[in-house]
């Protein structure tokens, strides 16, 4: 028996051997992957529910079956770990919470820069509760007219996947909502930590870190 795949299966590029063996593992620990074509070079990919350390495991299957050449930020304390070397060649980009001015900037010029670029991010900043995302994933996909990717890891099904985009209208409540409709129906790890899917109220500045 092959590997479980959704009806859309997308390969970001020619089917290798390594990503055969990525497939079968998923296969054999019972995940399904689902993806489609992305509608441009370059977007945002963002990923909810984040409520475990496990997220990032069946995260990196996914990019690896798939071959997607996806970068992803991370928190600056991991690149100072031995682990660092091998966060950067999987495309991590290092974020220090301490010093959030201009890092959309930074980020916006790098997508204006690069012929393409698919950027994910854990739009929940943190694995707990929290009452709101993090706004950067909306400014960067507003200022810079990139699709969104809806990233999911769906411990109720069992699945990983982007098979879904969309593009910001600017009204960020009817945004919200049609986000907020196709995550409806997908669990993470620990449900009760699974942040709410509203963006902060009132004015934000520009620099917010994603």
Avoid at 54 to 79: C, I, Q
């Amino acid at each position: 028996m092959g590997p479980r795949l959704s009806e859309e299966f997308y390969l970001y590029g020619p089917s290798t051997r390594f990503q055969r063996f990525a497939l079968r593992l998923m296969h054999l620990i019972g995940w399904t992957a689902s993806s489609k074509p992305p509608p441009a070079p370059k977007g945002i990919i963002i990923v909810y529910p984040h409520t475990s350390n496990w997220d990032f495991v069946y995260g990196v299957l996914f990019k690896f079956a798939t071959a997607m050449e996806a970068r992803f930020l991370a928190k600056a304390s991991l690149f100072r770990t031995p682990l660092g070397p091998w966060f950067r060649r999987l495309g991590g980009i290092s974020v220090d919470r301490r010093e959030p001015q201009g890092f959309i900037a930074k980020l916006l010029e790098e997508f204006a820069t690069s012929p393409s670029m698919w950027l994910v991010i854990t739009v929940e900043g943190t694995r707990g509760y929290t009452d709101h995302w993090k706004s950067g994933f909306y400014q960067i996909a507003v200022a810079g007219n990139l699709p969104v990717g809806m990233g999911y890891i769906d411990y109720g099904r069992r699945s990983v996947g982007v098979d879904t985009y969309m593009y910001m209208t600017g009204d960020r409540d009817s945004d919200m909502q049609v986000i907020r409709n196709f995550y409806a129906d997908k669990r993470g790890r620990r449900p009760e930590w699974a942040g709410e899917i509203r963006l902060r109220e009132g004015r934000e500045i520009p620099a917010e870190e994603p």
